[in-house]
């Protein structure tokens, strides 16, 4: 299983982006997807998440109302709209998905066995 993640580009505070993650294999039913992201000299941090099969999603908090992570399961992808962007969402933008992440472990890294690779997002003030 190999994730393709696409999208990021440079844009202006109050602007829209979307990310996308591509999924191959036969499995994303099965997976639990999510986006990390990781600001310059900062940690790696959960940004959404999402189980493909049920359709529930989660956010931390500073993205809860601009951003929506969703899924095209007949295309094997996860998306990550972006809205309202400020300069504080400016970083590498990672997908991550695994089959056995349960909910009090969706917002670690640990959890996920595969990832994408990263996808610069700047956003200019």
């Known amino acids: 299983v190999q994730l393709q993640a696409s999208g990021g580009g440079l844009v202006q505070a109050g602007d829209s982006l979307r990310l996308s993650c591509v999924v191959s294999?036969?499995?994303?039913?099965?997976?639990?997807m999510a986006w990390f992201r990781q600001a310059p000299g900062k940690e790696r941090e959960f940004v959404a998440g999402?189980?493909?099969?049920?359709?529930?999603?989660y956010y931390t908090e500073s993205v809860k109302g601009r951003f929506t992570i969703s899924k095209d399961n007949a295309k094997n992808t996860v998306y990550l709209q972006m809205n309202s962007l400020r300069p504080e969402d400016t970083a590498v933008y990672y997908c991550a998905g695994d089959t056995s992440v349960i909910l009090s472990n969706l917002r670690s890294q640990s959890a996920y066995g595969r990832w994408g690779q990263g996808t610069l997002v700047t956003v200019s003030s």
């Open positions: 294999g036969r499995t994303f039913r099965s997976y639990t």
């Open positions: 999402i189980k493909v099969s049920a359709g529930y999603t």
